[in-house]
């Protein structure tokens, strides 16, 4: 039982490339999250998905685009990366009872 | 809309020193709350949470009383070990419709635990 899985864990792009980062659960759990965290900002969420095929916006949701591809699967995607998506990403995933969310071990990307 | 404010840090204790981390909230209606930790390098893991007002959380030794006449959720704990050094995030979770909850965060706290 692995919780929950990212990946690449590290990774480092030029502003204006693109790149999907990928999150998976075996929980069997029905929502799943994206956050950033950034210095003394705390977690802000980015994309949620409450379900397979929903998803909305959260706090920061612009710059980014996401897919829930199935249960298990919820993908982060960064069409034209800035400089100030420079940060480290969590997945985190959910069920509606007990309702605790389980984070991933996060993504830390670095836009130059 | 909802916030959530806890003390900043650093924080740094001798080993065996008494923890606490002030964390207060702003929510409509009856939120649970929530201590998450991040050991270096990782993920966010959840120390305890509260469901309602009075209710007292606890887990590895530490310890939150959910206060609803203050709006206030402290960690505690009264001996810290060198191992506890890592940075504590206060939360809240509301519902945000469609059978889902969001939660959110205060800016975190680290803490230093010297021996």
């Known amino acids: 039982n692995a919780g929950v899985t990212q990946t690449p864990k590290f990774q480092v792009l030029k502003t204006g490339q693109s790149m999907t980062l990928q999150c998976a659960q075996d929980m069997n759990h029905n929502s799943m999250y994206w956050y950033r965290q950034d210095p003394g900002m705390g977690l802000r969420l980015i994309y949620y998905?409450?379900?397979?095929?929903?998803?909305d916006k959260g706090e920061v949701p612009n710059g980014y685009n996401v897919s829930r591809l199935n249960k298990r699967e919820f993908s982060l995607r960064l069409e034209s990366a800035a400089p100030s998506q420079t940060s480290v990403y969590f997945c985190a995933s959910s069920n509606v009872r007990p309702n605790e969310q389980y984070f991933g071990p996060g993504t830390r990307l670095t836009v130059t | 809309g909802d916030s959530v404010t806890q003390m900043e840090g650093p924080v740094t204790l001798s080993e065996e020193a008494f923890l606490t981390i002030n964390c207060t909230y702003t929510a409509t209606g009856y939120p649970s709350l929530f201590w998450y930790v991040q050991y270096p390098g990782e993920g966010l893991q959840l120390l305890l949470k509260?469901?309602?007002?009075?209710d007292k959380g606890s887990n590895k030794g530490f310890e939150a009383t959910y206060r609803k006449e203050t709006t206030s959720f402290h960690l505690e704990k009264g001996s810290v070990q060198v191992s506890d050094s890592a940075v504590y995030f206060c939360a809240l979770r509301a519902y945000s419709g469609a059978g889902s909850y969001q939660l959110t965060f205060g800016k975190g706290t680290k803490l230093s635990v010297i021996p």
């Open positions: 509260a469901t309602k007002a009075d």
């Open positions: 998905s409450a379900s397979e095929g929903t998803t």
